[in-house]
């Protein structure tokens, strides 16, 4: 691991000695965030659904505030984000914890980059992950609730990576990383990630990913989207992660058609399988080993100014008995689940 880190140093010092120049211009400082609340009714009147970020049921509630701050410096550059609120305190690190009245706030970005040349970079710090789809963020995200391979996969890799651009069709990411959501690494820097990234033709984009290290597994992920009209876009995530010593993992797809009927009101589904493997060691997330649950979301996004307000209905099917029924309930005791929700979020 240490000859791997000192393979990519190597390649950055080689790179700097062609890279140096003498302009130093300085850009302002850039402050970007959002801002989200939302209510959610889940039809059991109990919150059966156990994915982000919408967790409450029958209240309005908050998700968080988020502030972002970037800034260049002739070749090089930082970014910090910091977020407030149950969305950012507690629910996007799986080590936070609601009644923990000192954990106030939540680290989403904070990393350097400098640019060598105008095809290769590094970056250092902890950063929102490489792998996945969806973000934590609500801006970037089309649906407010999350997918299970979201909840499943990383939020966050601290580490420092190399980005090398090979056209402009063609670019790769390797870094080496803590293991995931973690600032500090007390098994030490463990993880190797790597990132293709295509771009066949114009509106469309592909990135497969690939993230191993222990205890976290190996997964490997594919998210792609394609323009196909100025009206029509299409997603995909597909993800299989095992566990160390056949200790499990999961595996998943999900599709995202989005269909813009103007330039503020659009339409989208999200339809999802998502399977856990057989004799999970790691715990089981969200369901049973050997248990999936198909998953579909239509969520609507009307647009005025900065807002977004995004009604959603979402019905949920598993393989066994993974959901109650209503509130008095005693455990899960059905198959299916439904919830609707009304988020709002403002984007600045």
Do not use: C
Not at 151 to 180: C, E, H, R, T
């Amino acid at each position: 691991m240490i000859k791997k880190l000192l393979a990519i140093v190597a390649i950055a010092g080689t790179s700097y000695a062609h890279a140096q120049d003498t302009t130093s211009t300085s850009s302002p400082l850039e402050i970007s965030g959002s801002v989200d609340t939302y209510y959610k009714y889940d039809f059991s009147g109990v919150g059966n659904i156990p994915t982000y970020f919408n967790s409450d049921q029958n209240s309005i509630s908050l998700g968080m505030i988020d502030v972002a701050l970037k800034k260049s410096t002739g070749k090089a550059s930082f970014v910090g984000e910091l977020s407030f609120g149950p969305r950012g305190q507690y629910q996007s690190i799986p080590t936070g914890d609601d009644t923990d009245p000192s954990n106030t706030f939540h680290i989403q970005n904070l990393y350097v980059n400098y640019a060598f040349t105008d095809k290769f970079s590094m970056t250092a710090g902890y950063m929102g992950t490489f792998v996945g789809y969806e973000v934590i963020s609500p801006v970037a995200n089309f649906n407010y609730s999350t997918s299970y391979l979201f909840g499943a996969g990383p939020f966050q890799n601290a580490g420092i990576k190399a980005n090398y651009a090979v056209s402009d069709k063609v670019g790769v990411m390797v870094g080496l990383f803590n293991d995931w959501n973690t600032y500090q690494d007390l098994n030490g820097v463990s993880d190797f990630g790597a990132q293709l990234s295509l771009a066949p033709v114009e509106g469309w984009n592909a990135y497969i990913n690939f993230l191993t290290g222990y205890p976290s597994g190996t997964i490997i992920d594919l998210t792609t989207t394609y323009q196909l009209t100025d009206a029509f876009k299409l997603g995909l995530n597909a993800a299989d992660r095992t566990m160390p010593s056949d200790g499990g993992g999961y595996t998943g797809v999900a599709l995202y058609p989005q269909y813009s009927l103007s330039d503020n009101f659009a339409l989208g589904l999200r339809g999802e399988y998502f399977k856990v493997k057989k004799d999970d060691a790691a715990g089981a997330i969200f369901v049973s080993p050997d248990e999936s649950i198909t998953s579909l979301t239509l969520s609507a996004n009307l647009k005025a100014g900065g807002l977004t307000f995004i009604p959603e209905l979402r019905l949920d099917n598993a393989s066994e008995d993974v959901f109650m029924k209503k509130k008095t309930s005693m455990g899960a005791d059905t198959k299916s689940a439904s919830q609707f929700s009304l988020a709002v979020v403002y984007a600045f």
